[in-house]
């Protein structure tokens, strides 16, 4: 019993330990558009998945959900979530996790454009203390090139991007999992509840 349990964990890390290679062309514009393709154990597995648009939502239906939502947020509410950003601690766990999760990831002509805009520019300016520097560090990579672009006036989330990337999902699990256990990110979550 304990022999077959050992096998299956170590089958379970060598399959964890095979990189998978990772195609994207994806846009979103109020909707996702684009496919990307997924290659695991050296080509032979092969899964392309398609994004298909969705149906656009009626400038009525629209209208109606931004009213909505607008009424229901109280200028106490708004910068609630973003409490949390304020910790220097919490912020540089998460800055070190993505720059680790970054770096362990292989890259290959990555093309891509971000455009964030929370509605609020008080808002979008603390979500910026923390992509500021993200951006920063992605816009000195040799393999592509990664632009952030702050929207102060109008809630927005834009996205075009293409590339390959290749990743070993042990690797991934490894840095998932310290960050998990990572006492500034458990202090943040806390507070979050605190909050809400």
Known sequence: MLSGVVAFLL??????AI???VTFKVSWQ???????KLQWAFGLVRIRIPL???KA?????????????RNERSPHKKTKPFSVIR???FRRR???FISDFWHAVHKRNIRMRIRIGLGDPADTG????????????LANMQEGTIIFEPEFLDSTFELDSSGDIRIIPLQLIYLTIGLLLSPPVWRGIKQMRLTE
Request: charged residues 15%.
């Open 52 to 54: 298909a648009q969705s």
């Open 87 to 89: 910790k220097k601690a």
């Open 57 to 69: 939502t009626p400038p009525e239906t629209e209208e109606l959900a931004q009213k909505a939502s």
């Open 19 to 21: 990189p998978i290679t």
């Open 126 to 137: 603390q979500l910026w203390a923390f992509v500021g520097p993200v951006s920063g560090m």
């Open 30 to 36: 109020q909707v996702f558009q684009g496919y990307i």
């Open 11 to 16: 089958l379970l890390i060598v399959l964890l």
């Open 94 to 96: 998460i800055i070190r």
